[in-house]
């Protein structure tokens, strides 16, 4: 059974920091690029970051540089996002997701991921 459970979301002040958890299982991690998107209330989901499954290139949407850092560990199948200078515009649903191959469209990542979590809510307070 294929799982990505995130973990590490709560309440944080803005210029605070987060750091979230996704620990995955049931397929090959090391092959596949993890991601994180985030769905805030009435928006889209959006793309946050990417990082590849071999070669470790990253996208980091215009909104997360700078701030925000995509790690992953594949020997405990774990990636994370170090979220740093949050703001309240970054209060949102985060999702987990995995996929072969990723697409970036128009600089925003396309949201056809074949696994995903079942997300984990940051809330930034002024």
């Known amino acids: 059974e294929v799982q990505l459970v995130e973990s590490g979301g709560g309440v944080a002040q803005a210029g605070g920091s987060l750091r979230l958890s996704c620990v995955a299982s049931?397929?090959?991690?090391?092959?596949?690029?993890v991601a994180w998107f985030r769905q805030a209330p009435g928006r889209e989901r959006e793309g946050v970051s990417c990082?590849?499954?071999?070669?470790?290139?990253?996208w980091y949407a215009d909104s997360a540089k700078g701030r925000f850092t995509i790690t992953r560990d594949n020997a405990k199948n774990m990636v994370y996002l170090q979220m740093n200078s949050l703001e309240p515009d970054d209060t949102a649903v985060y999702y987990c997701?995995?996929?072969?191959?990723?697409?970036?469209?128009?600089?925003?990542?396309?949201?056809?991921?074949?696994?995903w979590g079942q997300g984990t809510l940051v809330t930034v307070v002024e």
């Open positions: 997701a995995a996929d072969l191959a990723p697409v970036v469209l128009a600089d925003s990542l396309y949201p056809q991921f074949e696994y």
């Open positions: 049931g397929f090959p991690f090391a092959d596949y690029a």
């Open positions: 990082l590849s499954g071999r070669d470790g290139s990253i």
